[in-house]
């Protein structure tokens, strides 16, 4: 625990955990997109990926214990930056210039990380936390994408995670020393072509669902 305290109050050990943490969440990413991409085999191959992954039971357990650590050094850290920058940006005397300079992903990163915290509630309550007894989790899956609002909402905040991440993805090895002259060009590409992978694949989910179930 003192480590965890020594890093947290270090300015780069804050950001190697939210480079790691970061890191985390886009291999979690990729293996939940390629798990909802079961969807378009239909009903039976997307309950019987989803039974799979439960049959696995501790190690699923322990990976979901892993997530919400991970969530919550994330989230600490993205609020105490949050502060920090906006002291530093009050203060004349302290340039405020982001490396890499000034994108969109840049310039809302705490933003569209609360919308996506909030995102998560929802979809954890909608799709999780919810009793599956007398239903299966395809079931469930087309019932929320009948609802046009949840269609809009889905689509749009993928949108957002994938402006997140376009920046998030440059930084993080930015902070974890890819940063030289040779190679930040292919990060930012790389980090831009993922963001637009996980824009269309989880967001184009809910339109299909709603149009084809
Ligand atoms: C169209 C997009 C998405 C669909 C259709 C979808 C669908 C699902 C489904 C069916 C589950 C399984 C519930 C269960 O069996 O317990 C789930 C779990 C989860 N999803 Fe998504 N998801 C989508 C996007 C996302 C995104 C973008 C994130 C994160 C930013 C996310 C985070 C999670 C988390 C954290 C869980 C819980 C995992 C666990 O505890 O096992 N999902 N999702």
Same mark, same amino acid.
Request: proline share 3%; hydrophobic share 55%; with cysteine.
């Given at each position: 625990?003192?480590?965890f305290? $020594?890093?947290?109050?270090?300015?780069? @050990?804050?950001?190697?955990?939210?480079?790691?943490?970061?890191?985390g969440? =886009?291999? &979690?990413?990729?293996?939940?997109?390629?798990? $909802?991409l079961?969807? !378009?085999g239909?009903?039976? /191959? #997307? $309950?019987?990926?989803s039974?799979?992954?439960? %049959?696995?039971g501790?190690?699923?357990? =322990?990976?979901?214990?892993g997530?919400?650590?991970?969530?919550?050094v994330?989230?600490?850290?993205?609020?105490i930056? *949050?502060?920090?920058?906006?002291?530093?940006?009050?203060s004349?005397y /302290?340039?405020?210039v982001r %490396?890499?300079?000034?994108?969109? @992903?840049?310039?809302?990163m705490p !933003?569209?990380?609360?919308?996506?915290?909030? #995102?998560?509630?929802?979809?954890?309550?909608?799709?999780?936390?919810?009793?599956?007894t007398?239903? $299966?989790? &395809?079931?469930?899956? %087309?019932?929320?994408?009948?609802?046009?609002?949840y /269609?809009?909402i889905?689509?749009?905040?993928?949108?957002?995670?994938?402006?997140?991440? +376009?920046?998030?993805?440059?930084?993080?090895?930015?902070?974890?020393?890819a940063?030289?002259?040779? !190679?930040?060009?292919?990060?930012?590409?790389?980090?831009?072509?993922l +963001?637009i992978?996980? @824009?269309?694949?989880?967001? *184009?989910?809910?339109?299909?669902v709603? &149009? +084809? /179930?």
């Open positions: 625990m003192k480590w305290i $020594n890093t947290l109050s270090t300015s780069i @050990g804050k950001k190697l955990l939210m480079a790691v943490t970061g890191l969440f =886009i291999c &979690f990413l990729l293996v939940h997109l390629a798990g $909802n079961t969807i !378009y239909g009903k039976d /191959v #997307f $309950n019987s990926y039974e799979h992954l439960h %049959a696995l501790p190690i699923v357990h =322990i990976a979901e214990l997530l919400l650590a991970m969530a919550l994330h989230i600490s850290i993205g609020i930056l *949050f502060f920090q920058n906006l002291r530093a940006r009050s004349r /302290v340039m405020n %490396a890499g300079g000034r994108t969109i @992903g840049s310039a809302t !933003y569209t990380g609360l919308i996506i915290l909030l #995102f998560v509630i929802l979809h954890l309550v909608q799709f999780h936390f919810t009793d599956k007398h239903t $299966n989790i &395809f079931q469930i899956v %087309a019932m929320a994408f009948n609802n046009p609002l /269609v809009v889905y689509t749009l905040v993928m949108g957002i995670l994938a402006i997140h991440i +376009s920046h998030g993805f440059w930084s993080l090895f930015q902070t974890l020393g940063n030289h002259p040779k !190679y930040s060009p292919a990060v930012f590409v790389f980090g831009i072509g +963001s992978i996980f @824009g269309i694949g989880f967001g *184009f989910l809910p339109i299909y709603a &149009f +084809s /179930v």
